[in-house]
Structure formats: C-alpha cells, structure tokens
C-alpha cells in the first residue's frame, strides 16, 4: 500500500517556498525543554499540522525546507523525508512575506508514544497509554492499511494529535504504527499530584517519576503541561518517568508566530492559551475569521496569528477552526469544502490503471468528482508538474483529488526530487524511536 509520506530522495529546492517557524527556547521551568540546537534567534514561529508538500505547508503557508535542520523531541537530527501528512511541527526561520519564507529548523512533536489499550472503530475512538484519542475525517495513517480499523490491542503506535486541555482528549491528526519501541512517551495535563508518593496522573495513567532527580524536574503542579518519556514496562500499576520536561515551548521576542490549537486556561480575550502558548486577542483591531469573540472559550480549536511581545502572541487574527470541538470529532475544514491538504511537484510517473498517481509520496486518487484547470487526466503524465487539493479517504491512506490544476516549469520544491519517492512502496512503517 501507498504511504501517506513524503519520499526517501533528495529533494531539491522550492521556488517559492514557505515559513513559519518555531521559537528554539525550552519549556517549563526546571527541567527545561528539549534540547533542540542553535543560537540565532528566530524571525518567526509557527505551530500546526503538515497539510501539504511542496517544500511543506503548514497553517497555510508554504515553507522552504531545503536547508532547514529537522529534529525530532529529543533534538536528535532527522532527514526531511521523516516528514509526513498530518504531522504535528514547528517550524522557525526568517520573515514571512506572502505566505512563503525560508525554514531553518523543523521540529517533530508528537503527543503520544506508547500501546493500544482498546479500540472502538465505530465510534471513532481509542486508548493509547491511558489517553482518549479521537480519530476523524482529517486523521492521516501510516503504516496501517485499513486505518483505525486495522489496530489491535496491543499494538504501538506514535500518535501526532491537538490537545484538549478542558477534556482531557486527544484529536488525532497523524498515527504511525510502531515497532520495537525502547521507551514510550506522553504529553498532557498533570493532575493528582502526589509529591510524596512522587505521582502524578495524565489522563489514566500514573506517572511515577521518582527515578528523575529533583534537580531535572519542571515546575510540576496540577494542571501543568509536561512531556514524559517513560519505560515500557509498568511497575505496580506505574509508568516510570525517566525524563520530564516542560510541555509548553517559549517563542522568541517579536517572532512572527502562528499557533494552532484548542483553547485552554480562558480567563478573557486578553488571557488565555492555544496549545500552551500564552494569547492576548483583546485588541480593538483584532480580525476574527469564521466566528466572533463571542466563540472564543475552552475547549474550542483556533489558530492565532501574531508578534510575541514579553513571552505573549499579541494576536492581530484569530481564526476559529472549530467551534464545537467538545466532541472531538474534526470539522474544521467546513469553510474550505474539506480540501484540508494541498501537494505540489512533478509526477514521475503517470496515471495508473486504477486512477492512481503518486506525489510526492503520497498516493492520490482521481474520478468523476475531480476538477481539472489546464489540462485533463490525460495530462497526468512523467514529468508533468501539478497542484492537487484532495481529502483523506480510505480509512486515512489516501487522498481522494477534489482539484487538479497543471502548472508551468519547475515547481517542484524541497520534497520529492521529480516527484520519486516512497509513495509506491509498501516496506512497512518507519521506526522513528525517540
């Protein structure tokens, strides 16, 4: 089967290519945040899902990743054919002007490491190391054939999700099936804290960090955010913490920064966080899209845009992605027809039998619904570049084509290196240990 990922080729650079990007500082306090590497500091910040490839494209903004360092939690370097659809990033580098800029270091973040503890397909839903994850329309797999259907107690899976503070769930944009995992990991809420019994709970599972030194700790109290990497192996009904950092990272000054999340710690406009990341959209001059402050609460899944002044995203733009997301179930793309991802590059082969193609390296199928502009599927052909605007479909493996749109020269940018790549193969999921 075709994999929803971007290619093991070299990839050459984009034209006009994108950024947003992530501020290098760490997390909470005491235990500090990943380690991630570098010293200048950031021109702009952005946090969201992989929606796209051509280099990539996050929170709508296409992003230059040719020369960008790719790190995953534990700052350990990365290539940037590890990048996948729905995967949750962020991303530093230079000015953004018109939607496009060049990154200079992307950042894997996943929400959850660890094993299947109970599968409900029907309902969209499952367990992973005590957490409830919400799987929906939007949820891109890897390394899973028949989706959420083809998991099993048991199983390991790394999960890429948007967390839900006020419910306590995890919605999931990206899962990977794992394999051989030496350790698990979560980011959540702390909750139950116990700091003599040294405990404390995220979701359902209890955390015992007694193995971290008191010196290596964040600032740890109920409702603080964390990321633990934990044994994989329970011990009196525990997960055993062997590293706990602060779950909220810190953007440069005056960073240019994007963040999308679901809303927690509402007090008002002028307070509150998207994914953790402290939001101020009590300006007269804020623009409001899809909704009005009115929907602005917990729970409630948006995207800020805006300069970071003394450690606040000072939101000029408030974009409200869904305004009933209590459920869990992902409807954000309502305002854009469900076009939620966007690929751009050069075919190198053509149209299959089965109405099949692959760019850059993700499967795409056409039929009777997709729009062409410039051309016809007789088009589809080695060689010939296209911009394709699709949903996922088949239990998340694949991208069903709304548009297709042929484009002049070369376009192709950081992924795919002519459009060859890993798209047509089926070797199994990759094992990105951390």
Same mark, same amino acid.
């Given at each position: ?148 259907? +083809?998991?099993? $107690?048991?199983?390991? &899976?790394? !999960?890429? %999700? ?5 419910? #306590? /769930?995890?919605? =999931? ?12 990991k979560l980011r959540g809420a702390v909750s139950g804290l116990d ?97 009005? +402050?009115?929907? $602005?609460?917990?729970? &409630?899944? !948006?995207? %800020? ?5 003394? #450690? /606040?995203?000072? =939101? ?119």
């Amino acid at each position: 089967m075709s994999k929803i990922h971007t290619p093991k080729t070299a990839r050459t650079a984009l034209a006009t290519a994108a950024l947003i990007v992530l501020a290098a500082c760490g997390g909470g306090g005491g235990g500090g945040s990943d380690d991630d590497g570098g010293d200048a500091a950031p021109q702009s910040f952005s946090t969201g899902k992989i929606s796209g490839f051509g280099s990539i494209i996050v929170n709508g903004v296409r992003f230059d990743d040719s020369q960008a360092t790719v790190l995953d939690d534990d700052g350990e370097a990365r290539g940037r054919d590890d990048l996948g659809l729905g995967m949750v990033v962020e991303v530093e580098g230079g000015a953004v002007q018109n939607q496009a800029g060049s990154a200079s270091r992307i950042v894997m973040r996943s929400e959850i490491k660890g094993p299947v503890e109970a599968v409900d397909a029907a309902a969209g839903a499952l367990t992973v190391l005590g957490q409830h994850v919400l799987v929906g329309s939007q949820t891109a797999f890897e390394g899973l054939a028949g989706g959420l259907a +083809a998991l099993q $107690v048991g199983d390991t &899976v790394e !999960v890429y %999700a948007f967390f839900d503070a006020k419910a #306590g /769930v995890y919605t =999931a944009t990206r899962i990977e099936a794992e394999s051989g995992a030496d350790r698990y990991k979560l980011r959540g809420a702390v909750s139950g804290l116990d700091t003599t019994a040294r405990t404390f709970r995220i979701g359902d599972a209890l955390i015992d960090y007694s193995q971290v030194e008191a010196g290596r700790l964040p600032a740890l109290a109920d409702g603080a955010l964390v990321r633990v990497k934990l044994q994989t192996a329970r011990v009196g009904g525990a997960w055993v913490a062997t590293k706990i950092d602060g779950g909220v990272r810190e953007v440069a000054e005056r960073a240019e920064t994007e963040a999308e999340g679901y809303v927690s710690d509402f007090a008002s406009l002028a307070s509150f966080r998207v994914n953790g990341l402290e939001v101020d959209a009590s300006g007269a001059s804020v623009e409001f899209e899809h909704g009005t +402050a009115a929907d $602005v609460a917990n729970g &409630v899944r !948006v995207e %800020a845009e805006g300069e970071v002044s003394g #450690g /606040v995203l000072i =939101a000029r733009k408030l974009e409200i992605k869904d305004r009933d997301s209590r459920d869990g179930h992902d409807d954000e793309d309502e305002h854009e027809g469900g076009n939620e991802f966007e690929l751009h590059g050069q075919l190198a082969t053509g149209l299959s039998s089965d109405q099949r193609f692959v760019l850059r390296g993700v499967t795409v199928q056409v039929g009777p619904g997709t729009e062409f502009e410039d051309g016809s599927a007789a088009g589809l052909v080695a060689g010939a570049n296209v911009e394709v605007e699709g949903r996922l479909v088949a239990n998340g493996t694949l991208i069903e084509a709304t548009k297709v749109g042929f484009e002049d020269g070369d376009e192709d940018g950081g992924h795919g290196g002519g459009g060859e790549g890993r798209g047509g193969e089926d070797d199994g999921p990759d094992d990105h240990e951390d």
